[in-house]
Each structure stands twice: as C-alpha cells, then as structure tokens.
C-alpha cells in the first residue's frame, strides 16, 4: 500500500500541471499520483498519459467530463489507495525535500502503528512578481512531531485557520465521515477541510515548508475580482458549510472553538466581498445569508454575531463597510493573498 495518495485536479492544466507533477515524483515510489483530468479542452490529458505510461503503479489517470473542482478531488479520492490522502492543484507544487521529509515521518508512523486522523504542514504564498513569500506556520498551535489532541492545542490568531494546502487527512477518516463535495463549484476547498474536521481527534504537525501556492494569475479563482464575480458560489459554500456541521455537537471543547472560528472567518470573508460590490443586490444577498444562518442555527448566529468579525462584517452604514474592507486590504497585504 502507498503512503500517501495525492489527487491533483486538472483542467485545461497544459502550461504548468508538469511543475507540480514533477515536484511529487521526488516522492518515489511511496506516493500515488492521481491526475485527474475534468474534461479539458486542452492536451491535458495527453499530457497526463504520458506519466502514466513513464511511471507505472505510480502515475493514475482519471479521465472524466467536467465536474468542476470539488467532482475532481472526489474522483481522485475514490481512486486513492494510500493510508494518507491530500490535494495538489495543478498551478502548485510541492517542496522536493520536504517532501521526502514528511514521507519518511510518515513512514516512522505507520512503522509505529500510530497513524494520525491529519498531518498538518506549512504552505507558502508564492505570489508571482514578489521576492519574499509569506509562509503560514503552524508553531503557534501545535508542538511539532508529536501526536497530539485537540486539548494539547495552544490558541489560534486572529483570522489564522488551516487552509487545504497545509492539511493531509488519514484517507478513510475522509471516506466513513461521508465527505461530498458539490460539482461544478468553485471554494470547495473551505469544505474539504471543514467538513472533516468535526471527525478529527489526533493531530501531527510537520515544521516544513511542504505547499507552494501560486497566487498572481488574473483568471485565478482567488482573484478579488473573480470572486466578487462568483459570489453566488462563495454564498453557497458559506452555506454547505453551516450545513454540514453543528459546532455545538462537539465534545471537546478547542475543536468547537476552532470549528467556530473557521466559520467566522468564512463568514467574514463572504460579506466583505458582498460589502466590496457594495450594490443594493449584493447587500440583500449578504442580509439573506445571514438569516440562512441565524434560521439553520441560532445558537451559533448569536454566537457569531457577537465576535468582532461578526460585528463588523454586519455593518451596513457605508463609514462601517469601509471600515471593514480597509481591514480586508491591511489582512490581503500582510499575509500576501490574492
């Protein structure tokens, strides 16, 4: 069985799904390479053939017709057999040594018998045109190489959550807790984290600099102005996730607080985009998601509602709206996004 199973999504990937396929070859044979090929008009899968046939029994191709991102990772989990599971997108790439560093961690582990529910590591920004990236650790939280639960973990800054690109879940925690993600929509990342989460009871994190996201393309998804233009599909995942979990059915109590907070900032997220469009539709759609909150979970409305995230995302004078997308541009310029 393979240690890691790795899904990288592709859609009209030519011109750079070779870089991140390239830097997970350095894994040898310890990782499974699933690219999954989501209808693309391309030589996408032409080029995905190629691996296949240079690298057998480590190089899957999955052809299938357009599903969007979320269709791709779950035809890439369906297709996994490795203990551990991950994404890699196909404009990323990994680290090469710190690769094979979490590969022989994970190797110490299983040997071990102690295989973790997620592995967590650090990701860069790689933001095209900027000479320093910023890099989201995770020292702060978690004491590195060591088993750990929820209690052992330290508190969370504001506005800092785990992201897809730092996590690496036990593979069948994502099959038994019944992870589904929508086709044809966009930011399911937030729910490829989220949803597993409530399931999560050991964590171990790797001090290394693993995930390399790109970020600087102006069709990205990530892209201010295109996610002001998919704001539907922001709304809807801001939804799916207060669907999919009741914070307040878990036990332990800094695994609640995290599920919150990472719900906040989705939250927030999606309101300052609404806040950034600023017209009256926007601003009825925000006040509408909101009341989709307070109506599937009123306990964690007010919860929500009373944060400082919560307050100022609800502001509806204009001075109170640009208070909170001035916030926004201080957060996007420190931590290098978009």
Known sequence: MKLLS???????????MMHAIESLLTGG?????????DGSKDETLSIARDYEEMYPGTVIVVDQEN??????????????????????????RVGEEALKEVLREMRTLVAAGEIPDLILTNFIYDKEGKSRKKTMRYANLFPERTMVRWADMRRFKLGQYILMHSVTYRRTLL???????PEHTFYVDNIFVYHPMQYVRTIYYIDTDLYYYYIGREDQSVNEAVMCSRIDQQIKVTCLMIDCCNPFDVREQKQ????????????????????????????????????????KNPRLYRHIRRSVMGRLSLLRSK???????????????FYGFN
């Not at 044979?29 to 090929?37: A, F, K, L, T, Y």
């Not at 099959?175 to 993600?181: A, E, Q, S, V």
């Not at 989705?266 to 806040?275: A, D, E, K, Q, Y």
Request: glycine share 8%; with cysteine.
């Open 175 to 181: 099959t038994d807790c019944g992870l589904t993600l």
């Open 256 to 295: 609640r607080t995290y599920l919150i907070h990472y719900q906040t900032i989705i939250l927030t997220v999606s309101s300052i985009l609404l806040n950034r469009i600023g017209t009256r539709e926007a601003l009825t759609k925000k006040d509408a998601m909101w009341r989709y909150l307070r109506r």
């Open 29 to 37: 044979p310890d990782i499974e390479i699933i690219i999954v090929n």
């Open 319 to 333: 001075v109170g709206r640009k208070l909170t997308l001035t916030g926004y541009k201080i957060s996007r310029k």
């Open 67 to 92: 599903k969007g991102h979320g269709g791709a990772v779950m035809a890439g989990l369906r297709a996994a057999t490795g203990i551990f599971f991950r994404v890699v997108d196909s404009d990323d």
């Open 6 to 16: 790795v899904a990288v999504p592709c859609y009209n990937s030519r011109d750079y």
